[in-house]
């Protein structure tokens, strides 16, 4: 067993289904830490899964994912979107959230985070 899964357990979330999906994974992650304060968690978002770390989406209730994000940022969540998705559905950077930070490819970055950094991988 590798010597940081003794000290903190690394989830990282993997959303590309779309707004729906993110918010169930709003609710699971809030859940995650309210049970393990001190899990390490990353969200990675490809495909339709960027959608809620856009301004202004909102859940189906019209609940706004900015505020969800934010505080879920300051409990040290990171937020990553994939950059080719940004690109194939010309997305500007400008409509980003300020907590999502772009990385080159979120399927690489899965394979990434599991195999070298010992992330469990969770689908919501």
């Known amino acids: ?10 989830v990282v979330y993997h959303l590309a289904d779309g707004l729906d999906q993110a918010a169930r994974a709003m ?4 859940n995650h830490l309210r049970a393990e304060p001190d899990t390490r968690i990353v969200v990675v ?17 019209g609940k706004l994912f900015d505020a969800q994000v934010k505080a ?13 998705t940004l690109t194939a559905h010309n997305v500007p950077v400008s409509q980003l959230l300020p907590q999502a ?14 195999a070298k950094e010992g992330y469990v991988y969770i689908r919501p």
């Open 1 to 10: 067993m590798p010597a940081h899964a003794a000290e903190e357990v690394r």
């Open 27 to 30: 609710g699971n992650i809030r």
């Open 45 to 61: 978002a490809n495909g339709d899964g960027i959608r809620f770390l856009l301004a202004d989406a909102k859940e189906r209730s």
């Open 72 to 84: 879920l940022a300051e409990r040290g969540v990171e937020f990553r979107v994939c950059g080719n």
């Open 101 to 114: 930070k772009i990385i080159t490819a979120g399927v690489v970055e899965l394979a990434r985070l599991q």
